[in-house]
């Protein structure tokens, strides 16, 4: 680890590069999508990675410089993109375990879906875990769901059968599944911690801006965090759960988002 004095001067350094690239880069432009996909919501994210410098990749580490980037939005930005590493539903690289030996893996599509989830009417009854399903911290949904983090700060997705207010769940929850604080889905601490502080608690992070006619005009400037700082938020619901897991898509899509009043309550400087 770098002594203090050479890690601010670093960071310094660091920060300046990034302010450089932007200033010739990209403020003053309004996005030139040509060439992407325009109905891809990361679209304009894609034009400012590449603007900024920064290569395509899945690494699990800061963006740029030590610095984790964030792309200017209209009312929520996301942490990241972090599923479960034990969940109910079948296994994939990222679910690493099941929380009970006992009952057997659900089929995600075809069974934890139409168990835990809901149909769009408006997609052909296509089932998601998403919207209104979706546990939060606080209070049982519609569906019997809560989220909580628990004494050793990893968190938790729970169904309760009790808590459970529709009118069909005893012919559609199976017996098995008939249980108060079945594990749906768990991140644990040390799963998620790596990759919060991967991102977040390297040097720090930064957000450009735009104004009303589209142009970026601005970069703002955020300290690093830790997971400890992280997981606080979510205990008192401002960093929130929000699952977008889709029948017929792989993805599982479970982002971690907060309002951008609260990003901006973090930022310390802007240039």
């Known amino acids: 680890m770098l002594p203090l004095a050479k890690s601010g001067m670093k960071m310094e350094k660091n920060k300046k590069q990034?302010?450089?690239?932007?200033?010739?880069?990209?403020?003053?432009?309004?996005?030139?999508?040509s060439g992407y996909n325009?109905?891809?919501?990361?679209?304009?994210?894609?034009w400012l990675e590449k603007k900024m410098g920064i290569a395509p990749n899945n690494d699990n580490k800061a963006d740029?410089?030590?610095?984790?980037?964030?792309?200017?939005?209209?009312?929520?930005?996301?942490?990241?993109?972090?599923?479960?590493?034990?969940?109910?539903?079948?296994?994939?690289?990222?679910?690493?375990?099941?929380?009970?030996?006992?009952?057997?893996?659900?089929?995600?599509?075809?069974?934890?879906?139409?168990?835990?989830?809901?149909?769009?009417?408006?997609?052909?009854?296509?089932?998601?875990?998403?919207?209104?399903?979706?546990p939060k911290v606080g209070s049982y949904n519609e569906f019997?769901?809560?989220?909580?983090?628990d004494a050793d700060d990893n968190i938790v997705a729970y169904y309760s059968f009790s808590k459970d207010p529709?009118?069909?769940?005893?012919?559609?929850?199976?017996?098995?599944?008939?249980?108060?604080?079945?594990?749906?889905a768990?991140?644990?601490?040390?799963?998620?911690?790596?990759?919060?502080?991967?991102?977040?608690?390297?040097?720090?992070?930064?957000?450009?801006y735009k104004n009303n006619a589209g142009?970026?005009?601005?970069?703002?400037?955020?300290?690093?965090?830790?997971?400890?700082e992280w997981i606080g938020l979510v205990k008192r619901g401002i960093v929130y759960f929000d699952s977008a897991m889709t029948e017929g898509n792989s993805r599982q899509y479970a982002m971690w988002r907060a309002k951008n009043s609260h990003w901006e309550s973090l930022i310390i400087e802007k240039y």
């Open 18 to 33: 990034i302010i450089d690239i932007f200033e010739a880069n990209v403020k003053g432009q309004i996005p030139d999508l």
């Open 38 to 46: 325009k109905n891809h919501h990361g679209a304009e994210g894609h």
């Open 64 to 134: 740029l410089l030590g610095y984790e980037m964030k792309k200017p939005t209209a009312k929520i930005t996301s942490y990241g993109d972090w599923c479960p590493d034990v969940a109910l539903w079948n296994k994939t690289k990222r679910n690493k375990s099941k929380p009970y030996p006992e009952i057997s893996v659900l089929h995600r599509d075809n069974e934890f879906l139409k168990y835990f989830g809901q149909p769009n009417p408006k997609k052909n009854n296509r089932l998601s875990w998403s919207g209104r399903p979706v």
């Open 144 to 149: 019997g769901q809560i989220l909580r983090v």
């Open 166 to 184: 529709r009118p069909n769940k005893g012919a559609l929850i199976p017996t098995a599944l008939c249980r108060e604080d079945l594990i749906l």
């Open 186 to 208: 768990k991140w644990t601490k040390g799963w998620l911690l790596t990759k919060l502080e991967n991102k977040f608690n390297d040097i720090g992070w930064f957000k450009c």
């Open 215 to 228: 142009q970026y005009t601005e970069i703002g400037f955020g300290n690093p965090f830790t997971y400890s």
